[in-house]
């Protein structure tokens, strides 16, 4: 009872009751998120969308998105987290009521693009909401649940999905629309304003320019963290974009690709909670280049993958990757955002994950019809690249991280 009690403390001990509604509000957000991973099918089978226009809905899609995470950074510094919360949140509820009963495919398309902004405008201000309130010390934890929370919402969104998308697509629209709303109500009765004004202690980067996005767009140290992101972020696109062709050109049928998934998310949600306490020791930098290195491992070894066991066991390889790689790379981001700009950051940091979608399938595509099974090993190369990249740039960026909690730690003595 002591060991789990321990474990317990060391998992989501010391966590404050405002991060607590933060994470009820995007686990019911993740769990009711499920419209628009039928959206392609919805406008195939029930609106008769040829398969090349259902695509670009669905990129149109994607695009909103990117605009959204870049909206939702600035507002959340300029309106307050909460405030940006539910106006998105809202929107999107309401967004998807409508596509529930939208016929027009140019419509669609429309109602899909807004879909898009609001469903992304969330991400910065959810993060810098929790950086608001945690305390340093504690935010790996916090960062952790808050990535075992996600995916365990989409693998509850993965199951009502398919039951709800088999009864009516109209269902499907209104229960999503119905989830995103009781979020809303959620953060909107337990979740105070988190972001407290005060003189900014960003240095300016732009001579004669206050600072503001182009701050971060502009932060070298910062921006060699978001490439190597980037490069984490093609990896896992693999397992929804390349690996599924890959598998089917190995003769294997959807369902092991589907059971291939089913793992990793079964994975994450059993043990992610273990990890705060297994990387608490190490390095960020040092826990994100062996972290990356698993993952540039399991799908290098897919060079050699003739079956579903290979598929499997390298699958275990690049999912302890990707869970191991979480709490610090959700943390260093934290670290390295000035505290008046944290949303701004975050919603650059959140840019690679669109850039990633359309890039990993784009050219891996590419790179699959050409080099056959050699695509692993550039994949391989790749996480490798961005593990060596991890160890360079590590003690730059704790430099920077230090500079800027020295610069917090100065009394304000006046504000012109």
Not at 13 to 20: C, I, Q, S
Not at 80 to 105: I, N
Not at 357 to 382: D, I, K, N, T
């Amino acid at each position: 009872m002591r060991g789990l009690r321990r474990w317990w403390d060391d998992t989501a001990g010391g966590l404050p009751a405002t991060f607590w509604y933060l994470w009820s509000g995007l686990l019911i957000n993740r769990a009711g998120a499920f419209a628009l991973l039928f959206l392609s099918l919805y406008l195939t089978a029930a609106r008769g969308a040829p398969p090349s226009l259902a695509g670009l809905v669905v990129g149109a899609y994607g695009i909103g998105g990117a605009a959204g995470t870049l909206l939702g950074g600035v507002l959340a510094d300029r309106w307050g987290r909460r405030a940006t919360l539910l106006a998105a949140h809202l929107a999107a509820a309401g967004l998807m009521a409508a596509l529930a009963f939208s016929t027009h495919l140019a419509v669609i398309a429309a109602l899909a693009t807004l879909v898009g902004v609001a469903h992304s405008m969330p991400s910065p201000a959810f993060v810098a909401a929790i950086v608001d309130v945690v305390p340093e010390a504690r935010r790996s934890r916090a960062f952790n649940l808050q990535f075992w929370a996600f995916n365990l919402g989409m693998a509850v969104a993965s199951l009502l999905a398919g039951i709800l998308a088999e009864a009516s697509f109209t269902a499907l629209f209104l229960v999503d629309a119905g989830a995103t709303l009781a979020a809303a109500v959620v953060i909107a009765l337990k979740v105070p304003e988190t972001l407290t004004r005060r003189p900014a202690l960003t240095p300016r980067t732009v001579v004669g320019r206050r600072p503001g996005l182009h701050t971060a767009l502009t932060d070298r140290t910062f921006l060699v963290f978001v490439g190597l992101t980037f490069l984490l972020a093609v990896l896992t696109m693999q397992t929804s974009t390349i690996m599924p062709l890959a598998m089917r050109e190995d003769g294997l049928r959807p369902s092991a690709y589907g059971l291939v998934v089913a793992l990793g998310g079964a994975l994450i949600v059993a043990g992610q909670l273990f990890v705060p306490r297994l990387i608490e020791p190490y390095r960020k930098s040092s826990v994100l280049a062996v972290s990356t290195g698993l993952m540039a491992l399991g799908f290098g070894a897919l060079t050699a993958a003739d079956g579903l066991p290979l598929y499997l066991g390298a699958a275990v390889v690049w999912t302890v990757g990707q869970m191991l790689a979480a709490p610090p790379n959700a943390q260093i981001n934290a670290d390295l955002a000035p505290p008046d700009l944290r949303a701004r950051y975050q919603s650059v940091f959140y840019l690679t994950f669109p850039a990633a979608s359309f890039v990993a399938p784009a050219l891996g595509g590419l790179s699959l019809e050409h080099l056959g099974e050699r695509h692993w090993l550039v994949v391989g190369a790749l996480g490798l690249l961005a593990a060596a990249g991890h160890l360079l740039a590590g003690p730059r960026r704790e430099r920077r991280v230090a500079a800027l909690r020295a610069a917090a730690a100065k009394p304000v003595e006046s504000v012109r």
